[in-house]
């Protein structure tokens, strides 16, 4: 497991193994990755054993174990612990003291997650509050999915508001006037394409959009 290897499939240390961390890590082996999977508690890491690459009982608040585990030959690293705040920190800063240069971190509060950032997690994932975002934008609105990025990005899949029925992209010109861009198109019964200017939308097809949070959400509520 060299620290150099940077390849799409290159392997990744996930330490915490409950419902995020053993979901990540099962994400990453279908990816091809192989993970090195770490949790402190013995019966989790036995019920685990048989499904990454390798599966040990570590605490990792502890570095000289983080270091006896080979924590500094991973480029990557993922820290699924949340409720045991201090367990969080102490695993992320020790990662960080060994030169891991990626190191995604679970956080369970803002607090939690600016003191993960102070002390050298390069990415901070607030699962719980992310799919709250989430649900709260398909239940009051039109969107059939949502995701929005940090830097106040998002992407929706909806339905087609009137305004742009029976024209092509280009004649309706979305991204001009509502600062959005439509990525893709689905119609009833086909996959969805990559929309074109000269793509025609009808009212009974479905969009991806694409564009500054606030203008994605005005785009699909409209009527």
């Known amino acids: 497991m060299a620290k150099g290897d940077d390849s ?4 990744v240390l996930v330490i915490g193994l409950g419902r995020f961390g053993s979901s990540v ?38 570095t000289e174990a983080l270091r006896q585990i080979g924590a500094e030959q991973f480029r990557r690293a993922v820290v699924g612990i949340g409720t045991d705040i201090e367990a969080s920190v102490l695993t992320v800063l020790g990662l960080s003291d060994l030169g891991v240069n990626e190191i995604w971190a679970k956080a369970i509060s803002g607090k939690h ?5 102070r002390v050298g997690a390069t990415h901070v994932v607030r699962p719980e509050s992310d799919m709250g975002k989430r649900v709260a934008h398909l239940v009051t609105g039109t969107m059939t999915d949502f995701i929005e990025f940090d830097d106040g990005f ?5 339905r087609t508001p009137q305004v742009a029925c029976a024209k092509s992209l280009e004649q309706s010109a979305l991204r001009s ?7 893709g198109v689905k119609t009833r019964g086909t996959d969805f394409t990559y929309a074109r200017p000269e793509t025609v939308i009808s009212q009974s097809d479905e969009l991806i959009v694409s ?7 005005a785009f699909c509520a409209l009527p």
């Open 113 to 117: 997650a600016a003191i993960l950032e």
């Open 211 to 217: 564009g500054p949070t606030r203008k994605v959400e």
């Open 25 to 62: 890590a099962k994400s990453l082996v279908r990816l091809g990755h192989d993970v090195l999977a770490v949790d402190e508690r013995a019966d989790v890491v036995q019920k685990f054993a048989g499904d990454f690459t390798h599966v040990v009982a570590a605490d990792t608040t502890d």
């Open 154 to 158: 998002a992407i929706a899949r909806t």
């Open 8 to 11: 799409p499939t290159a392997p």
């Open 177 to 183: 006037r509502y600062g959005v861009t439509i990525v």
